[in-house]
T-cell receptor, first 113, second 114 residues
Framework: RKEVEQDPGPFNVPEGATVAFNCTYSNSASQSFFWYRQDCRKEPKLLMSVYSSGNEDGRFTAQLNRASQYISLLIRDSKLSDSATYLCVVNGGRGSTLGRLYFGRGTQLTVWP | DAGVTQSPTHLIKTRGQHVTLRCSPISGHKSVSWYQQVLGQGPQFIFQYYEKEERGRGNFPDRFSARQFPNYSSELNVNALLLGDSALYLC?????????????FGPGTRLTVL
């Protein structure tokens, strides 16, 4: 079983739409959770960290459910510039995997005019 | 401030050859991690170094090795290249090691093995 499972999409939505991405993780010891954005042939860049209480950054809202080991990202009022691959990321937790990041395969989003 | 830098940006090798990839972390960052990203997949952890010591190794064969220098820069070496080693190799730096330190990624080295 993979550490992080993520629906690869693709998601094709019109401008202004609301879109939601989900992922699940297998390591209950994981302590930190993130969404990264990756543009075509570029490096991943941190979009936002995810906290148990849920957090919002402008049009982006992230949620974490530790009991279900489930992470979500909601994008409201989609812009053309949101087109990218969104990577769900969790850390390794304690012990030998401390500090390493585990990535999902990414969900591809295309926003069309 | 300069971000993470990697060299070269692109590389073409043939099967059986070896390759050395280089990474310079953000100034002041002491930890460097290496990831492999195969097309269509998320990055996969290869190594983490902190203060010149290996702190973690992913599920990669012994053909992969790395080291970190006193100035915190790092090299990733891959011997006896296989076609399946073709990927984007990403270096990430963080201030310290551990789970709560944000990792900043470099632009990557795109390796093609023919």
């Amino acid at each position: 079983r993979k550490e992080v499972e993520q629906d690869p999409g693709p998601f094709n939505v019109p401008e202004g739409a609301t879109v939601a991405f989900n992922c699940t993780y297998s390591n209950s010891a994981s302590q930190s959770f993130f969404w990264y954005r990756q543009d075509c042939r570029k490096e991943p860049k941190l979009l936002m960290s995810v906290y148990s209480s849920g957090n919002e950054d402008g049009r982006f809202t992230a949620q974490l459910n530790r009991a279900s080991q489930y992470i979500s990202l909601l994008i409201r009022d989609s812009k053309l510039s949101d087109s990218a691959t969104y990577l769900c990321v969790v850390n390794g937790g304690r012990g030998s995997t401390l500090g390493r990041l585990y990535f999902g395969r990414g969900t591809q989003l295309t926003v069309w005019p | 401030d300069a971000g993470v830098t990697q060299s070269p940006t692109h590389l073409i090798k043939t099967r059986g050859q070896h390759v050395t990839l280089r990474c310079s972390p953000i100034s002041g960052h002491k930890s460097v991690s290496w990831y492999q990203q195969v097309l269509g997949q998320g990055p996969q952890f290869i190594f983490q170094y902190y203060e010149k010591e290996e702190r973690g190794r992913g599920n990669f064969p012994d053909r992969f090795s790395a080291r970190q220098f006193p100035n915190y820069s790092s090299e990733l070496n891959v011997n006896a290249l296989l076609l399946g080693d073709s990927a984007l190799y990403l270096c990430a730096s963080s201030l310290l090691t551990g789970d709560y330190n944000e990792q900043f990624f470099g632009p990557g080295t795109r390796l093609t093995v023919l």
